[in-house]
């Protein structure tokens, strides 16, 4: 069974920094891009980051370029998302997301998804 758990997530200031976690079991980690995404209420899912198996494309969301950075560490199954220069229309459920061999950048075409987790930025 493929299983995708978020963690990480926390309330932090505005212009403060989160690092989330996603760890992934039950696939093959090194065949898989990784993508997050994230939801606020009332709004539709958005696309925040993704990175290739072995990291040679990365690409950013307009709305976090040059405040967020993915990374991952293939020998833990992990997959990371530094957010910094937080603002409070970051606020939302933060999911992590896997497809094999493709690196979309929409929300139909990733395969496996994790629960999500919450990030709050208020003062």
């Known amino acids: 069974q493929v299983q995708l758990v978020e963690s990480g997530g926390d309330l932090v200031q505005p212009g403060g920094s989160l690092r989330l976690s996603c760890a992934a079991s039950?696939?093959?980690?090194?065949?898989?891009?990784m993508g997050w995404f994230r939801q606020a209420p009332g709004k539709e899912r958005e696309f925040v980051a993704s990175?290739?198996?072995?990291?040679?494309?990365?690409y950013y969301g307009d709305s976090v370029k040059g405040r967020f950075s993915v990374s991952r560490d293939n020998a833990k199954n992990t997959v990371y998302l530094q957010m910094g220069s937080l603002k409070p229309e970051d606020t939302a459920v933060y999911y992590c997301?896997?497809?094999?061999?493709?690196?979309?950048?929409?929300?139909?075409?990733?395969?496996?998804w994790g629960q999500g987790i919450q990030v709050t930025v208020s003062s």
């Open positions: 997301a896997a497809v094999r061999t493709a690196a979309p950048r929409t929300v139909r075409g990733y395969e496996y």
């Open positions: 990175i290739t198996p072995w990291a040679g494309s990365i």
């Open positions: 039950g696939v093959t980690f090194t065949a898989y891009t």
